[in-house]
């Protein structure tokens, strides 16, 4: 088990939720993250607005370190690799090109709506497959977080979060969201405003706070 995760088991399969926003499928050996919006710096700043910098190498730093404590050798996005039509500005080509370089692992992207920008995506980046849903096991993993009547679905495109209040103060986490049927990862990239989740019945949450995993049900 990684630094800070925690162990849930999910139709039958175990699985971690990393504190890096991530969950990890120990018998696939497989790393799956959602809506990483690489470039969204860029394509904000052709549009007049500012927005905080450093997001992709933060990013980058997170995957390295999922990678390495999991030893997963696939990672499979859910969605949203990309955030806009500009961002693929050089120096985001190449410095994803660059870290792709340093890790031999099977990238699948599942498109969602945001990497419609953009119908090729950088070679170095080296995407080896692009497709709607993928199912494997009992899991169908999609962008859109929709049931589906023969899989669990473990989706992406929310970005959930989870408030806490106490004391007159207020708290909004980003949180893994475990349904009866659909499961939500959190958004994979830090500056995205997010939905906030309700404690459902049946539901599992689990907020993430200081590089730890922390459920709340």
Same mark, same amino acid.
């Given at each position: 088990?990684?630094? +800070?995760?925690? /162990?849930?088991?999910?139709?039958g399969e175990k699985l971690e939720l990393l504190a890096e926003r991530a969950i990890y499928w120990p018998r696939e =050996? $497989?790393?799956?993250?959602? !809506?990483?919006?690489?470039? *969204?710096?860029?394509?904000?700043?052709?549009? #007049?607005? &500012?927005?905080? %910098? #450093? =997001? $992709?190498? !933060?990013?980058?730093?997170?995957? !390295?370190?999922? %990678?390495?404590?999991? /030893?997963?050798?696939?990672?499979?996005?859910?969605?949203?690799?990309?955030? #806009?039509?500009?961002?693929?500005?050089?120096?985001?080509?190449?410095?994803?090109?660059?870290?792709?370089?340093?890790? !031999?692992?099977?990238?699948?992207?599942?498109? +969602?709506?945001?990497?419609?920008?953009?119908?090729?995506?950088?070679? &170095?980046?080296?995407?080896?497959?692009?497709?709607?849903?993928?199912?494997?096991? &009992?899991?169908?993993?999609?962008?859109h977080p929709e049931p589906d009547p023969g899989h669990y679905v473990f989706a992406g495109h929310l970005h959930p979060?989870? *408030? %806490?209040? #106490?004391? +007159?103060?207020?708290?909004?986490? &980003?949180?893994f969201y475990l349904g009866a049927d659909v499961g939500v990862l959190p958004a994979f990239n830090a500056f995205t405003? /997010?939905?906030?989740? +309700?404690?459902?019945?049946?539901?599992?949450?689990?907020?993430?706070?200081?590089?730890?995993?922390?459920?709340?049900?």
């Amino acid at each position: 088990m990684t630094p +800070g995760a925690v /162990g849930v088991m999910v139709r039958g399969e175990k699985l971690e939720l990393l504190a890096e926003r991530a969950i990890y499928w120990p018998r696939e =050996q $497989t790393l799956i993250v959602a !809506d990483l919006h690489w470039g *969204k710096s860029e394509t904000f700043a052709a549009l #007049g607005v &500012p927005i905080a %910098l #450093g =997001q $992709t190498d !933060d990013e980058l730093a997170r995957l !390295d370190a999922a %990678l390495r404590f999991t /030893g997963a050798m696939r990672l499979l996005v859910l969605g949203d690799l990309i955030h #806009g039509p500009h961002s693929l500005a050089p120096h985001v080509v190449a410095r994803i090109g660059a870290w792709r370089a340093t890790h !031999d692992v099977s990238l699948t992207l599942i498109a +969602g709506n945001h990497d419609r920008w953009v119908r090729d995506l950088p070679e &170095p980046w080296r995407i080896d497959a692009r497709i709607a849903c993928e199912e494997r096991g &009992p899991f169908r993993f999609c962008h859109h977080p929709e049931p589906d009547p023969g899989h669990y679905v473990f989706a992406g495109h929310l970005h959930p979060t989870v *408030k %806490l209040e #106490g004391g +007159g103060d207020a708290l909004r986490l &980003p949180c893994f969201y475990l349904g009866a049927d659909v499961g939500v990862l959190p958004a994979f990239n830090a500056f995205t405003n /997010g939905v906030v989740m +309700g404690f459902d019945a049946g539901a599992r949450v689990f907020a993430i706070a200081d590089n730890t995993v922390v459920p709340l049900t």
